[in-house]
């Protein structure tokens, strides 16, 4: 049974330019980053090892570097960027919750800051993890029926590495399980496996 622990990165803060307003784009601001890092530490805790752990100044420096490198309109957009390249560039990594602060924001009246709370896991949604990536396909729950409308996406089936998703779909239409290729899938973007 596999753990999870949370590593947690609070505050860390960046003078960036972002913003829809022309002014925040130009004259800047003070944002802020809180980054919790779930994943399983116990090989980490057990040898008190670096090499088994994920390494916080290099988390730290990777979101800097995501925050410094462009400007965004949003926070949300900002967010989503940080926390789908944790998990695509951290494997260790299985879930990551970013909260990204803007302070003194450009509203008609007296705000602190606004916060966007960004949460992304493993799947085959996550932003930032290429498909070449995608290594196998595992079935939780797929219903075949003729009367659907829904059809297998055609770029999918091009995939090379997806072969046996092909072979399944054929051996289907072979013993009569749906006609014309058509299919309605139910949760799968969980069906997937994302490997290194």
């Known amino acids: 049974m596999s753990h999870q622990d949370i590593i947690r990165i609070k505050n860390a ?13 130009n004259l800047g601001g003070k944002f802020e ?7 399983d530490l116990s090989e980490a805790e057990e040898h008190d090892s670096l090499k088994q752990t994920v390494d916080y100044e290099k988390v730290y420096a990777f979101m800097k570097n995501l925050v410094l490198g462009k400007k965004y309109y949003l926070i949300e ?13 951290f494997p260790k990594v299985s879930k990551v919750l970013i909260r990204v602060r803007k302070h ?15 949460e992304r896991g493993r799947s085959l949604k996550t932003p ?6 995608i ?7 797929i219903f075949v029926r003729s009367s659907s409308t829904a059809r297998l996406p055609s770029e999918i089936v091009r995939q090379p590495n997806l072969g046996g998703l092909r072979n399944r779909t ?27």
């Open 33 to 39: 980053v809180d980054a919790e890092l779930f994943c």
């Open 128 to 133: 930032g993890v290429p498909w070449t990536r």
């Open 170 to 196: 054929s051996r289907l239409q072979r013993a009569g399980g749906f006609s014309q290729s058509r299919f309605r899938v139910e949760d799968f973007a969980h069906s997937w496996s994302v490997v290194r």
């Open 77 to 89: 957009a900002l967010g989503n960027t940080i926390a789908s390249g944790i998990l695509a560039e």
């Open 135 to 141: 290594k196998r396909w595992r079935p939780t729950r």
């Open 104 to 118: 003194s924001p450009p509203v008609k009246g007296v705000v602190d800051y606004v916060e966007a709370e960004i």
């Open 13 to 25: 803060v960046f003078y960036a330019y972002h913003g829809v307003v022309r002014d925040e784009q």
